[in-house]
């Protein structure tokens, strides 16, 4: 596996201990190395997302809970059909375990014994999960915001929880002078690119799902951008194989209290900036006022011709009403969906054969109040 600064262009050293770029203290990336998705062989495997062998890592599966190709179920809005890739079904009810389970393997077989991470629960509690399965101790440093339910979770898989007041980037500060004076490693949802990595199985489960084709649009909740990055890397070397012939449509959808990816689309910007103003939102999840890697998202966006949409705290609740009322059990971050769906269809002529997606991110569970 190869690592590089994608702002300077250095090569970095696959060294657990290195979360960012040592010349420029930007984000890292893995080098994508070419993919081959061999459907005869693929036939004979387990349905599993580390089915896809010949685009993974070589020991992508060996640390697992159990993780499973989520399906996809016909949901009607406003009298459109679209598909729901309901990835709340993952082991921990998020898919951040596609993420966790590959980074936390790496740390596990170099040797890692301790590790800290920052969050707002979902990915604190697969870390958590998956560190407790590698024998790894684990800090996670959490706002006092987040969901009393996710706390707990990270609670029963054995890390240790430290609370901080304030919002979300709070959380990364204390981390960030705590591993100062530590020999903990960080093991970053936010930087650790193998946490995208993990992530691209959701699109060469989407395309194997629609028959080896791609979908035409994507919609996904964002804050820090890992679905849509990990869509993005996975269409994208998809398309390089020959498997598919065009890179699907990404539509991003921000809750409007914290929206600064929408900010800078609105504007036509070449990097995300702080939200200004950021207020408390139910869609906690995404909840984060400056992605690590903004320059990332609007160049996904952009190369995809996607786009962003905000939508406001009632429209949040109608989304989880009206998910329920179909059935599913969802938490506030992944209704943002909903509303996002509708102003994409009205602002936008979609004809009816067309294949619309929208990832469902955590389960209710985590939140229900």
């Known amino acids: 596996m190869k690592l590089y600064c994608p702002q300077c262009s250095d090569s970095i050293a696959d060294s657990p201990r290195i979360y960012c770029c040592p010349s420029c203290g930007g984000p890292l990336a893995c080098a994508q190395e070419p993919a081959s ?17 010949e685009a993974l890592p070589e020991w992508a599966g060996q640390l697992s809970l159990g993780e499973v190709i989520s399906p996809l179920v016909p949901f009607d809005v406003n009298g459109r059909s679209i598909l729901l890739k309901c990835d709340q079904t993952q082991p921990t009810g998020s898919y951040k375990d596609r993420g966790a389970a590959l980074m936390v393997r790496f740390l596990q077989q170099s040797g890692v014994r301790k590790a800290v991470e920052d969050s707002s629960g979902n990915a604190g509690a697969s870390i958590a999960a998956y560190a407790a399965r590698a024998g790894i101790r684990l800090k996670v440093f959490c706002p006092t915001s987040a969901s009393p339910a996710k706390l707990a979770q990270i609670k029963r898989y054995g890390a240790e929880l430290v609370s901080i007041e304030g919002p979300r980037p709070n959380a990364t500060k204390a981390l960030l002078a705590y591993i100062d004076r530590s020999d903990a490693v960080y093991a970053s949802h936010l930087w650790n ?44 070397r998809m398309q390089a194989a020959g498997t598919i012939d065009r890179l699907p449509r990404l539509v991003a959808i921000q809750a409007q209290r914290v929206a600064p990816l929408y900010s800078a689309w609105q504007q036509g910007a070449h990097d ?25 998202l609007l160049t996904a966006l952009r190369a995809t011709g996607g786009d962003v949409i905000s939508v406001d705290e009632k429209a949040i609740e109608q989304g989880l009403k009206a998910l329920g009322r179909g059935g599913l059990c969802i938490e506030p971050t992944s209704a943002v969906v909903w509303q996002g769906i509708r102003t994409y269809c009205e602002n936008h002529p979609v004809e009816p054969n067309k294949k619309l997606i929208a990832i469902l991110s955590g389960h209710g569970l985590k939140g229900l109040t």
């Open 193 to 236: 690119p193998l946490f995208i990595y993990g992530i691209q199985t959701l699109a060469f489960e989407l395309v194997e799902q629609l028959e080896w084709q791609a979908p035409d649009v994507v919609f996904c909740p964002v804050g820090a951008g890992s679905i849509l990055l990990g869509l993005y890397e996975g269409f994208t």
């Open 272 to 296: 995300v900036m702080p939200f200004a103003a950021p207020r408390k939102t139910r869609a906690e999840g995404i909840a984060l006022p400056k992605p690590v890697r903004g320059q990332m």
């Open 37 to 53: 998705f061999p459907r005869e062989l693929l036939a004979l495997r387990p349905h599993t997302p580390w089915r896809y062998a």
